[in-house]
């Protein structure tokens, strides 16, 4: 009788699917988000990608071979890093500032910890904070979609400037159409809530990520921004919330990185309950209109220490051991 039993190490449970695969998704899912960006802001923003994507894959075969590590450039990781920071850049960046970005992102922040899966935050948005905090002019300097013009402001800060502001949005600068289509300014992947939803959709119907982080995380704020209204509770405009600025982006794409973002159920909720809540103190309180960036990068810190306290004990493990 043929033998039955193997002995072998974990993991006993095992999956065709591999990292390359995974990554093709992302790439494929972003598709949408990024031929938007090109159409309303025009063959610069084709050249931001473009330069973006290949820093981030020289800085990665570059980093490798230097730490004598094995490449891994064929896996796509270091693509979806590079093109996540371009859709998150202003078109109008100077090219060198989003090549450090890729280098930051790539480099530091991803292969110095060790490369994928080691990292403890999102590489693209943890760049994105730093060109932020180290080149703000150039990372707050907007276009308006179609026309080689300078914008004044983004939906976001017209919000946060506009203390007369109507909760239906009378006074808005842009309907919601034009906020759902992406005809507004904003960095280069972020302004379409539909190529958004599209890639959000794919990346369902593939089974990459699941529903979970982005609802919640999106509800989190919808939920918070019209009960803390500008003119008292229950007052705000929950939807131009959820369509404008990178919050879209953020949950769909960045807040699911399976290396950042909690293990268990219950720990996802809590996470992106955080990320929601963060993002609110953020935009109606902080100094900037933004806080999606900056939420999900303090959520990816508390990561392990969610996961310490709602992964089950092992069985036969004694209770309170991480």
């Known amino acids: 009788m043929e033998n039955r039993l193997f002995v072998c190490s974990s993991p006993h449970l095992r999956d065709s699917v591999t990292t390359q695969r995974i990554m093709l998704d992302v790439i494929i899912a972003l598709l949408p988000a990024t031929a938007a960006g090109i159409l309303f802001f025009g063959l610069r923003s084709a050249l931001v990608i473009i330069v973006t994507v290949a820093a981030s894959v020289l ?23 590079g093109l996540l920071l371009a859709l998150n850049l202003p078109p109008s960046i100077p090219v060198w500032v989003a090549i450090v970005g890729a280098v930051i992102a790539t480099g530091l922040i991803k292969q110095l910890f060790g490369g994928l899966g080691q990292n403890f ?23 308006e979609p179609f026309i080689d013009a300078v914008a004044s402001a983004t939906p976001l800060s017209l919000l946060d400037a506009s203390a007369t502001a109507t909760p239906l949005g009378a006074n808005y600068w842009y309907s919601y159409l034009d906020l759902f289509l992406g005809k507004i300014p904003g960095c280069i992947g972020e302004t379409s809530a539909l190529a958004i939803l599209l890639g959000f959709v794919y990346l369902l119907f593939r089974r990459v ?23 008292g509770l229950f007052t705000g405009d929950p939807l131009y ?41 953020f935009r109606l309180y902080g100094n900037m209109p933004e806080g999606v960036s900056f ?10 220490l969610i996961d310490r306290y ?13």
């Open 121 to 143: 935050m999102n590489p693209a948005l943890g760049a994105r904070v730093i060109l932020v905090v180290a080149w703000a002019r150039q990372m707050t300097t907007w276009t």
């Open 241 to 281: 919330h959820v369509l404008a600025g990178g919050l879209l982006m953020g949950a769909v794409f960045m807040a699911t990185d399976y290396v950042t973002c909690p293990m268990t159920r219950k720990g996802i909720v809590i996470y992106a309950i955080g990320c929601g809540l963060l993002t609110v103190l």
């Open 209 to 231: 990520i699941t529903w979970h982080i982005p609802v919640i995380y999106t509800g989190t704020v919808a939920v918070l921004t019209w009960i803390l209204g500008p003119e």
């Open 59 to 81: 800085t990665e075969y570059l980093m490798r071979k230097g730490l004598k590590r094995e490449q891994t450039i064929s896996d796509l990781s270091a693509v979806v890093t």
């Open 310 to 322: 709602t992964i089950p004990v092992a069985f036969g493990g004694e209770k309170g051991v991480g």
């Open 295 to 304: 939420a999900i990068i303090l959520m990816n810190i508390v990561t392990p």
